[in-house]
């Protein structure tokens, strides 16, 4: 038997809660699968809507939660991956379409698995989790563009959440100017502790703007989406990089081609999702070596499995700073 957050709808009835399963019950799994025994999970964007219902984020019901995990493999029937080995897990439609890793069992495929980086403990790298990992994907994206340390000022988006908060450290780290986008102005010494040197109040950004304005940043890591992107690009410097990879604020693109055309900059997506092995590998050895894991437990704080129902709506609700890390024997 293992504990499992399970979601369940039954004639539009949402239920949560925290239950024991079988080790039988977990789903097959048809290429080379392995059953990971989970240390920690995390709770992510897209996990708070599942477990709130608040978004039709599941597709098949029942379902465990959970988008990201990390622990040993129990079992495994994948030839990369051997008895006892330590590896991690990041998105895939776990936790949507396949049952996930809020729970002290996984099946999954092993094509799915990155091996965890010397350096980085599983607790540390949920830490970074998903969340981590897209603002790595992020830097990496402005890395591929050229944008340097000398180009000039970055700015993050939604800089005390997961993605944000990950994003500034990595950048300050790596030589950048980072100037932090946050609702949350109290958090301003957090901010500036993790390595940005700016800090600016996000409604200078989330209403609507024009299609063309006055030019400030090299590039943006931009986790907010909708007015808030379209500002961030019309502030963006000629052939500068915005890298969108989030949609807090919404999905929505309420803006002009203005910025792309006569200013000549590049919009990239970040899909941390399906994204292949090849860049999931690179992200997270880039993680071992370039993060400073000081930084990243200012960031991380640690719950219990059952504690995940109460943290994911204050998540959604914006009232979490960073990361949470859910350790599922606890």
Same mark, same amino acid.
């Given at each position: 038997m293992?504990k499992? *957050?399970? %979601?369940? !709808?039954?004639?539009?009835?949402f239920? $949560?809660k925290? &239950?024991?399963?079988?080790e =039988?019950?977990?789903?097959?799994?048809?290429?080379?699968?392995?059953?990971?025994?989970?240390?920690?999970?995390?709770?992510?964007?897209k996990?708070?809507?599942?477990?709130?219902?608040?978004?039709?984020?599941?597709?098949?019901?029942?379902?465990?939660?959970?988008?990201?995990?990390?622990?040993?493999?129990?079992?495994?029937?994948?030839?990369?991956?051997?008895?006892?080995?330590?590896?991690?897990?990041?998105?895939?439609?776990?936790?949507?379409?396949?049952?996930?890793?809020?729970?002290?069992?996984?099946?999954?495929?092993?094509?799915w698995?990155?091996?965890?980086?010397?350096?980085?403990?599983?607790?540390?790298?949920?830490?970074?989790?998903?969340?981590?990992?897209?603002?790595?994907?992020?830097? *990496?994206? %402005?890395e !591929?563009?050229?944008?340097?340390?000398? $180009?000039?000022? &970055?700015?993050?988006?939604g =800089?005390?959440?997961?993605?944000?908060?990950?994003?500034?450290?990595?950048?300050?780290?790596?030589?950048?100017?980072?100037?932090?986008?946050?609702?949350?102005?109290?958090?301003?010494?957090?901010?500036?502790?993790?390595?940005?040197?700016?800090?600016?109040d996000?409604?200078t950004?989330?209403?609507?703007?024009?299609?063309?304005?006055?030019?400030?940043?090299?590039?943006?890591?931009?986790?907010?989406?909708?007015?808030t992107?379209?500002?961030?690009?019309?502030?963006t410097?000629?052939?500068?990089?915005v890298a969108a990879c989030?949609l807090?604020q919404?999905?929505?693109?309420p803006?002009?081609?203005?910025?792309?055309?006569?200013r000549?900059?590049?919009?990239?997506?970040?899909?941390?999702?399906?994204?292949?092995?090849?860049?999931?590998a690179?992200a997270?050895?880039?993680?071992?070596?370039?993060?400073d894991?000081?930084?990243?437990?200012?960031?991380?704080r640690?719950?219990?499995?059952?504690?995940?129902?109460?943290?994911?709506?204050?998540?959604?609700?914006?009232?979490?700073?960073?990361?949470?890390?859910?350790?599922?024997?606890?």
């Open positions: 293992f499992a *957050l399970q %979601l369940s !709808r039954k004639d539009d009835q239920a $949560a925290l &239950v024991e399963l079988e =039988a019950e977990l789903p097959l799994v048809q290429e080379n699968p392995v059953t990971l025994a989970v240390e920690f999970s995390t709770v992510n964007y996990d708070a809507l599942a477990l709130t219902n608040r978004s039709p984020v599941v597709r098949k019901w029942p379902m465990v939660p959970g988008i990201d995990g990390a622990g040993t493999v129990a079992a495994s029937a994948h030839p990369g991956f051997v008895l006892g080995a330590k590896v991690i897990l990041n998105g895939w439609g776990v936790g949507e379409s396949h049952w996930g890793c809020l729970a002290q069992r996984a099946r999954l495929s092993g094509d698995l990155v091996a965890l980086p010397q350096g980085l403990s599983t607790r540390q790298a949920m830490a970074i989790g998903t969340a981590g990992y897209t603002a790595m994907l992020s830097v *990496l994206a %402005l !591929r563009e050229g944008v340097s340390p000398g $180009a000039g000022e &970055v700015l993050v988006t =800089a005390s959440g997961g993605v944000g908060s990950v994003a500034i450290t990595l950048l300050a780290r790596l030589g950048f100017q980072v100037c932090a986008s946050t609702g949350k102005l109290g958090e301003t010494d957090y901010l500036k502790e993790l390595g940005a040197h700016a800090v600016i996000r409604a950004l989330s209403a609507p703007g024009r299609p063309l304005q006055k030019e400030r940043f090299a590039a943006v890591v931009d986790s907010v989406g909708s007015h992107l379209v500002n961030a690009c019309a502030q410097r000629y052939g500068g990089t989030g807090a919404g999905m929505d693109f803006g002009s081609v203005a910025p792309f055309i006569l000549g900059v590049k919009l990239i997506g970040i899909d941390s999702v399906m994204a292949p092995f090849e860049q999931r690179r997270w050895a880039r993680l071992a070596s370039d993060l894991l000081g930084k990243l437990a200012l960031i991380t640690g719950i219990a499995l059952e504690e995940a129902l109460e943290v994911a709506p204050a998540l959604l609700d914006g009232q979490i700073r960073g990361r949470v890390v859910v350790d599922v024997n606890a």
